[in-house]
């Protein structure tokens, strides 16, 4: 049985930083893509970031150049380093792990509030 649980979210100033963590149980780690999404009330589920099993990365366009997706496979975990924040990043930030054969799993998601 897959799980995906996340950590690190918090509230933080604008300009500040917070890093999350997704540890991951029950899968062949490595060889899946992993990624964030986030999604603010009202609004639809959208991708932050992701990293495939090679270490190659892609960004929306919102973060890139703030945001840092890593991971460790040797610990089974996802990071997300977040940078110079602001209050449009607010959300709930979600854990994916998606299989070469079609699984995709979530996390049950964590809150991150930027506000002064």
């Known amino acids: 049985q897959v799980q995906l649980v996340e950590s690190g979210g918090g509230l933080v100033q604008p300009g500040g930083s917070l890093r999350l963590s997704c540890a991951a149980s029950g899968s062949i780690f490595s060889i899946n893509v992993m990624g964030w999404y986030r999604q603010a009330p009202g609004k639809q589920r959208e991708l932050v970031a992701r990293i495939a099993s090679g270490g190659s990365t892609n960004y929306a366009d919102s973060v890139e150049g703030r945001f840092t997706i890593s991971r460790d496979n040797a610990k089974n975990t996802v990071y997300l380093q977040m940078n110079s924040l602001k209050p449009e990043d607010t959300a709930v930030y979600y854990c994916?792990?998606?299989?070469?054969?079609?699984?995709?799993?979530w996390g049950q998601g964590t809150q991150v509030t930027v506000s002064s």
């Open positions: 994916n792990e998606d299989t070469p054969w079609g699984g995709i799993y």
